[in-house]
């Protein structure tokens, strides 16, 4: 159920890409203490992107997660910034975090909904 999406303008090797994929799931599986066979996460690559009158690296992240309570956000924000800088050398000044916790019958899994 927790969705990670990565968007970034910097381009990653398609190995590289892999190895990011598996420690932001890892991650994500960990800081919000539910199983990694539920977490989802998405990594778009080389998007034209511009933050800050600029087009240097830069990265926004959703992450969507039921039950995702508001004060975990500032820890999160910081795990995620901090896993996003070392992985892609962006800057945390240079990323955004959307988070969102839908209500449970608007998430759909397995032919049904949470």
């Given at each position: 159920?927790?969705?990670?999406?990565?968007?970034?303008?910097?381009?990653?090797e398609?190995?590289?890409?892999?190895?990011?994929?598996?420690?932001?799931?890892?991650?994500?599986?960990?800081?919000?203490g539910k199983?990694?066979?539920?977490?989802?996460?998405?990594?778009?690559?080389?998007?034209?992107?511009?933050?800050?009158?600029?087009?240097?690296?830069?990265a926004?992240?959703?992450?969507?997660?039921?039950?995702?309570?508001?004060?975990?956000?500032?820890?999160?924000?910081a795990?995620?910034?901090?896993?996003?800088?070392?992985?892609?050398?962006i800057?945390?000044d240079?990323?955004?975090?959307?988070?969102?916790?839908?209500?449970?019958?608007?998430?759909?899994?397995?032919?049904?909904?949470?």
């Amino acid at each position: 159920m927790p969705y990670l999406k990565i968007q970034t303008n910097i381009t990653i090797e398609p190995a590289t890409e892999q190895v990011i994929l598996k420690q932001l799931s890892e991650t994500v599986a960990n800081e919000l203490g539910k199983p990694e066979r539920y977490v989802m996460v998405v990594l778009e690559a080389g998007k034209p992107m511009f933050f800050a009158a600029n087009s240097d690296p830069a990265a926004y992240l959703e992450l969507k997660s039921l039950g995702l309570a508001e004060e975990t956000t500032p820890s999160l924000s910081a795990t995620l910034c901090g896993a996003v800088s070392q992985q892609l050398a962006i800057p945390g000044d240079r990323i955004y975090i959307e988070f969102s916790s839908p209500p449970r019958h608007m998430w759909g899994w397995n032919n049904a909904t949470f």
